[in-house]
């Protein structure tokens, strides 16, 4: 699992050549402001691809992450035993997003078919779109009706369906009920009241090294979340309506601020500056951490009762906090897309259908506490007995924010990432990293 964004610049600005001038961005990044989420907007633009165009049929390959949650090849193996002349293989990419994005670039550019299916991180669909990397899909043959408005936005690319929602994600406060409870304290709504619940456990015999608070510090896209969480949680942006630059704000200045005061302070644990999601959730349930910023895949995985969690029945999931009440969370997820390059795409689209059926949300649901992306999973009674968390979620969603819409997203991305870094670490005050941030996404905004 690298630690470190190398040579992803490099394939970006390589990926990139020949794109929409600037002003299309600004539009671009404009028009999706408007919404929760997504690309919605101008009609107009040209398609990067027509629905319709999906023929041939044989084996495809469902190109993702690393699934760490073990259980996509036993959905292939469904949809395998039903199809035995369209089988899919899987191909696992790095469990790091960069890495991810940086393969499906590769894999793009020299127009291979070894990928089929894409399962994308929403935040890329607009530049696999503006770059005619990814096909228009049918929207109307797909229940999109009955999924989450905002989801449903994430695979759009000027009012055009080019991805479809797998699942959806919203960040959640994982923390230890028994540990509150034994404190006398509620879930925190602010960050102060977190300091002071971490302060009250503390004085425990069971507080006894029990870190405060982590979240995806590492430098790579889990810090572009955190950071952009942190910015919205004290009411600014990262960038604005019109597709600017926003980091050299007072709210922009007192989200980073947290996060560096927070390792400053000691409230952070020093080694949370290399968490990724698997790291803190490993510390989350060794019993390591008091809260957790984090996916909502980690409950199933911290429930388990086979001796792997040291917290199983002994946590509860809150909203995040934020400056002054509940913060918000970054918007995640994984979309669902064609490649333009693919062969079987008549087999790749009824494969899709499959992959993201309510039935298959469900499931993954009820086996991984994936989030679906179906609106009426989250009212269900009986997944709500079984995962009580299910409201806070569809809270957390409701108020979710995309990370900075950008076409040239590898870049707008490696800016923040290297100038929050400096500010974690020290090595750059906070006005310092926030002033070269500005310069370096306002420079990603317009790059051609």
Known sequence: MSRRRAGTRAATKAATRGRRPAWAV????????????GCGGDSSEPSAG???KFSGRGP????????????IQEQLDRWNSEHPKEMVTLVELPES?????????????????????????PIWVAEFAANQWIDELPAAQF?????????????????????IPYNTNAGLLFYRQDLLDKAGVQPPTTWDDMKDACAEVAKLPEGKGVDCYAGQFDKYEGLTVNFSEAVASAGGTVVDAEGRATVDT?????????????????????????????????AFQAGKLLFHRQWPYQWALANAKDGSSKVAGKFGVAPLPGLDGPGKSSLG?????????????????????????????????????????????Y????????????ATLKESLSGAVPRPVVVQYGDATAAIQESAAAALSGSKSVDAALADMQRDLSAAIAEK
């Open 26 to 37: 600004a539009v671009l990044a404009a028009s999706l402001a408007t919404t929760l989420v």
């Open 50 to 52: 027509s629905p319709g």
């Open 60 to 71: 495809i390959t469902l190109a993702t992450g690393k699934d760490t949650t073990g259980t």
């Open 97 to 121: 997003a960069d890495q991810q994005r940086q393969q499906f670039i590769q894999n793009a550019q020299t127009k291979s078919d070894a990928y089929t299916v894409l399962n994308l991180d």
């Open 143 to 163: 229940p999109l009706d009955r999924m989450l408005p905002a989801v449903v936005k994430t695979g759009e690319y000027f009012g055009k369906q080019y991805a």
């Open 250 to 282: 007072e709210e922009a200045k007192k989200g980073l601020q947290f996060l560096a005061d927070g390792f400053k302070e000691g409230t952070f644990p020093e080694e949370a500056s290399t968490y990724q999601e698997e790291d803190g959730r490993r």
């Open 333 to 377: 997820g994984l979309d669902l897309a064609v490649s333009k390059f693919a062969k079987n795409k008549a087999t790749a689209l009824d494969f899709i259908k499959f992959f993201s059926s309510e039935a298959n949300a469900r499931t993954n649901l009820k086996v991984n506490s994936a989030a679906p992306p179906y609106a009426g999973l």
């Open 379 to 390: 009212d269900d009674p009986a997944l709500r007995r079984q995962f009580p968390y299910l």
